[in-house]
């Protein structure tokens, strides 16, 4: 059974910080692509940020996080993490981990509330 679990959510002000894990289990997490999604209030979900599997550690960003976030992960742990600082509140989503083979394999968290809010 495959399961992606986040965790790390919360409230924060802005300009603050939060780190998101997701700890994946039932699956070769090393060969997976991962990747978290956001999905606020009435808009679709959108890509965050992604990280390649199968050693190559290639990340890519959204133009709205660059810089501000990181995305990392450790295969011995089967963990996936979400760096955040200099939060905005536009940043406010439901934030989804994503873990993707080629085109036989895509599994999602069940997500984790982030609000920034002063």
């Known amino acids: 059974q495959v399961q992606l679990v986040e965790s790390g959510g919360g409230l924060v002000q802005p300009g603050g910080s939060l780190r998101l894990s997701c700890v994946a289990s039932g699956i070769a997490f090393q060969f997976y692509n991962m990747a978290w999604y956001r999905q606020a209030p009435g808009k679709q979900r959108e890509l965050v940020a992604s990280?390649?599997?199968?050693?190559?550690?290639?990340?890519n960003y959204a133009h709205s996080v660059k810089g501000r976030f990181t995305i990392s992960r450790d295969n011995a742990k089967n963990t996936v993490s979400l760096q955040m600082n200099s939060l905005k509140f536009e940043d406010t989503a439901v934030y989804y981990c994503n873990a993707v083979f080629g085109v036989v394999a895509n599994y999602w968290g069940q997500g984790t509330q982030v609000t920034v809010s002063s």
């Open positions: 990280i390649t599997g199968a050693g190559a550690g290639n990340t």
